[in-house]
C-alpha cells in the first residue's frame, strides 16, 4: 500500500517540529493549562530531592490525573510573577493562592482547597535576645513592635501574601530599611539563609517551612518560632488560582467538583506528611471542623 506523498511529508513535519500532543485529546488553544509553581518548599517543590512532593504539588497532580481533557504544561516564578501571569488572562492557573478582595478582580478562586496551620516570626538563637522585648506575656511577638525597633532587620519575600491581617501592617512600613523584602524564584530558602548568616535577624512564615529546611540542609543549624499576636486567624486558607475570564471560570469550575469531594480526605493528608505526629492530628480535626462548617 502506498501512502500519498502529502500525507507522509504531513507526519515527518508534525514529528520533527515536536508540535503533537499526548496529554489531551484534540488539544487546542483553549485546552491546554500552564501550571505556575513558585520554588516554595514545602508548599510546592518544582526542583530538588523532593520534586513535586509539596503539598499543594499532589493536590495540583491530583487535580490533573482528574482533568484529562486539557493539556498540563508548567512552569516555576516567585509570586510578584506568577499574579501578572494571571492579570495577563493567560491560560495559566496557580495552585497555591491566598485570596484576597484584590486579587477576586482578576483572579478566579476555587472553594477553599488546603488548610495550613499560620505563619509566624522566625529568628535563630543568635538574634533571640533582640526580639525579646517584642515577647508578649503568651508567647507571641507583637509585629508593631519589632517593626518600629530599628536595631531588627525583618526579612520578606517579594510577591507573597502572609494572611491574617499580616499583610496590613506591613505595608505600613513599606520601604523602611529594616524591613528587607527579597525577590528571587525561592521564596524561603534564600531569607533562612540569610537570617544563618546573619544578615537579617528574623522572617516571616510557615514553621513547615523551617522544618523542611532544617532537616535538608546541615547549614541551618535551628530557629525558634513565634505565632504573631496581630495576626487575626488561627489557620490560613489555601485556594487555586486562574484568570477571571470565562476560561478561568470554566476550569476553576471543574476544580471545584473535585475539591469539594475530597478536600477533607486527601488534601489533609497531603499537608499532615509534612508534620510530626501530634500536629498532624491537631491539623486533622481543625481543617475537619472548617470543611465541616462550609457544608453546614
Same mark, same amino acid.
Given at each position: 500500500?502506498?501512502?500519498?506523498?502529502? *500525507?507522509? *511529508?504531513?507526519?515527518?513535519?508534525?514529528?520533527?517540529?515536536?508540535?503533537?500532543?499526548?496529554?489531551?485529546?484534540?488539544?487546542?488553544?483553549?485546552?491546554h493549562i500552564t501550571w505556575y509553581r513558585a520554588d516554595f518548599p514545602p508548599v510546592t517543590?518544582?526542583?530538588?530531592?523532593?520534586?513535586?512532593?509539596?503539598?499543594?504539588?499532589?493536590?495540583?497532580?491530583?487535580?490533573?490525573?482528574?482533568?484529562?481533557?486539557?493539556? !498540563?504544561?508548567?512552569?516555576?516564578?516567585?509570586?510578584?510573577? $506568577?499574579?501578572?501571569?494571571?492579570?495577563?488572562?493567560?491560560?495559566?492557573?496557580?495552585?497555591? *493562592?491566598?485570596?484576597?478582595?484584590?486579587?477576586?478582580?482578576?483572579?478566579?478562586?476555587?472553594?477553599?482547597?488546603?488548610?495550613? +496551620?499560620?505563619? =509566624? @516570626?522566625?529568628?535563630?538563637?543568635?538574634? !533571640?535576645?533582640?526580639?525579646?522585648?517584642?515577647?508578649?506575656?503568651?508567647?507571641? @511577638?507583637? %509585629?508593631?513592635?519589632? +517593626?518600629?525597633?530599628?536595631?531588627?532587620? %525583618?526579612? @520578606?519575600?517579594? =510577591?507573597? +501574601?502572609?494572611? =491574617? /491581617? $499580616?499583610?496590613?501592617? +506591613?505595608?505600613?512600613?513599606? =520601604?523602611?530599611?529594616?524591613?528587607?523584602?527579597?525577590?528571587?524564584?525561592?521564596?524561603?530558602?534564600? %531569607? %533562612?539563609?540569610?537570617?544563618?548568616?546573619?544578615?537579617?535577624?528574623?522572617?516571616i512564615g510557615y514553621p513547615v517551612e523551617a522544618g523542611f529546611f532544617v532537616r535538608e540542609?546541615? #547549614?541551618?543549624?535551628?530557629?525558634?518560632?513565634?505565632?504573631?499576636?496581630?495576626?487575626? #486567624?488561627?489557620?490560613?486558607?489555601?485556594?487555586?488560582?486562574?484568570?477571571?475570564?470565562?476560561? /478561568?471560570?470554566?476550569?476553576? /469550575?471543574? $476544580?471545584?467538583?473535585?475539591?469539594?469531594?475530597?478536600?477533607?480526605?486527601?488534601?489533609?493528608?497531603?499537608? /499532615?506528611?509534612?508534620?510530626?505526629?501530634?500536629?498532624?492530628?491537631? !491539623?486533622?480535626?481543625?481543617?475537619?471542623?472548617?470543611?465541616?462548617?462550609?457544608?453546614?
Amino acid at each position: 500500500m502506498k501512502f500519498p506523498v502529502t *500525507l507522509f *511529508l504531513t507526519i515527518i513535519m508534525l514529528l520533527v517540529s515536536g508540535s503533537v500532543s499526548f496529554a489531551g485529546t484534540n488539544a487546542g488553544p483553549q485546552d491546554h493549562i500552564t501550571w505556575y509553581r513558585a520554588d516554595f518548599p514545602p508548599v510546592t517543590i518544582p526542583s530538588g530531592t523532593h520534586t513535586n512532593e509539596g503539598f499543594f504539588d499532589k493536590a495540583m497532580y491530583f487535580l490533573i490525573e482528574r482533568l484529562p481533557e486539557y493539556e !498540563h504544561n508548567f512552569q516555576t516564578a516567585n509570586f510578584k510573577r $506568577i499574579v501578572v501571569e494571571l492579570k495577563n488572562n493567560n491560560n495559566v492557573c496557580c495552585p497555591s *493562592l491566598y485570596k484576597t478582595k484584590e486579587r477576586e478582580d482578576f483572579i478566579a478562586f476555587s472553594l477553599p482547597a488546603m488548610v495550613v +496551620l499560620p505563619n =509566624g @516570626i522566625m529568628t535563630s538563637t543568635k538574634s !533571640h535576645n533582640k526580639l525579646v522585648p517584642h515577647i508578649t506575656a503568651d508567647g507571641r @511577638i507583637s %509585629l508593631l513592635s519589632l +517593626l518600629r525597633d530599628d536595631t531588627i532587620t %525583618l526579612g @520578606i519575600s517579594s =510577591g507573597r +501574601l502572609y494572611s =491574617g /491581617g $499580616i499583610d496590613q501592617i +506591613l505595608e505600613q512600613f513599606d =520601604g523602611q530599611k529594616n524591613l528587607l523584602v527579597r525577590s528571587g524564584n525561592d521564596v524561603f530558602r534564600g %531569607l %533562612l539563609h540569610m537570617m544563618n548568616l546573619g544578615r537579617i535577624d528574623c522572617l516571616i512564615g510557615y514553621p513547615v517551612e523551617a522544618g523542611f529546611f532544617v532537616r535538608e540542609n546541615n #547549614e541551618i543549624n535551628d530557629f525558634i518560632y513565634y505565632p504573631i499576636q496581630e495576626s487575626n #486567624e488561627p489557620f490560613t486558607v489555601g485556594h487555586i488560582g486562574c484568570p477571571n475570564n470565562d476560561w /478561568g471560570r470554566k476550569v476553576i /469550575g471543574q $476544580i471545584d467538583e473535585i475539591v469539594k469531594e475530597h478536600r477533607d480526605k486527601e488534601f489533609i493528608h497531603f499537608y /499532615g506528611e509534612w508534620l510530626d505526629d501530634s500536629t498532624r492530628e491537631v !491539623h486533622r480535626k481543625m481543617a475537619q471542623k472548617f470543611y465541616d462548617s462550609l457544608n453546614d
